[in-house]
């Protein structure tokens, strides 16, 4: 993913559309992404306006329209704005504000800048819809896992066994912040990364979402299928 928004960002690619709940980890990457291509980042909200990371914030620009209408004066060349959740806003009902965000993502190519939103869903307003690029984030790999598990122990400020490859096959299909929460709540319980905790955790996880039913394997093994 980082390499693949490296390549967007030195590109120039109007706007890339993440979905994802993970927003904490995805900025994360978004910021490394930017720096490997030499840009500056941005981080824009309905609560705190735009900020410079590393810097300072941008007065008045908790607005979108007002940010986008002071963007589109100043603009401001090689920079990647992460912008949160901004699909919430209401285009359809305000043609001045879709207008000034189709300007804001159409001029920054012009001075080699981009823009990433983050949602957990994100369908583009017909204004930008050709020039937005959508991405599904991947969850946590297996290496990424066992960071997120060396983070818990550290953490805990406690000497305790690094995660087994059994713990990490457990975690797999989880996000970010699942993983963090069934890793810490099985050292609470048990002392150690315990795998029925952690797949425990998991078919709660399932369960959210509405979509699948995790079924408990039969004792018997393989032996129990017939036909």
């Keep these: 993913m980082i390499q693949q928004l490296t390549n967007y ?9 993440i979905q994802t709940t993970e927003e904490t980890r995805a900025i994360g990457d978004v910021i490394e992404a930017a720096k490997l291509a030499k840009r500056e980042v941005l981080t824009w909200s309905a609560t705190e ?22 963007m589109n004066e100043q603009r401001r060349s090689k920079s990647v704005f992460i912008l949160k959740d901004p699909h919430t806003w209401p285009f359809d009902r305000d043609p001045k504000l879709a207008r000034a965000f189709r300007e804001f993502i159409a001029g920054g190519p012009e001075k080699g800048s981009s823009v990433v939103i983050l949602a957990p869903e994100f369908k583009p307003h017909p204004t930008v819809e050709k020039l937005c690029t959508i991405l599904d984030y991947d969850l946590p790999s297996p290496g990424d896992l066992k960071r997120i598990s060396d983070g818990v122990i550290e953490s805990t400020k406690k000497k305790l066994p690094p995660a087994t490859d059994d713990v990490i096959r457990a975690l797999g299909g989880m996000n970010t912040t699942e993983a ?14 315990d795998t029925k905790v952690i797949y425990r955790e998991k078919v709660q996880a399932v369960k959210r979402t509405g979509l699948l039913e995790l079924a408990e394997a039969d004792p018997a093994g393989m032996s129990a299928i017939g036909g």
Excluded: H, R, W
């Design 180 to 193: 963090e929460n069934a890793l810490t709540l099985s050292l609470i319980e048990t002392g150690v990364f």
């Design 9 to 17: 960002f030195k590109a120039s690619y109007p706007a890339i559309a």
């Design 49 to 70: 306006g735009l900020i410079m990371v590393g810097g300072k914030s941008i007065d008045d620009t908790e607005d979108l329209l007002a940010m986008c209408s002071q």
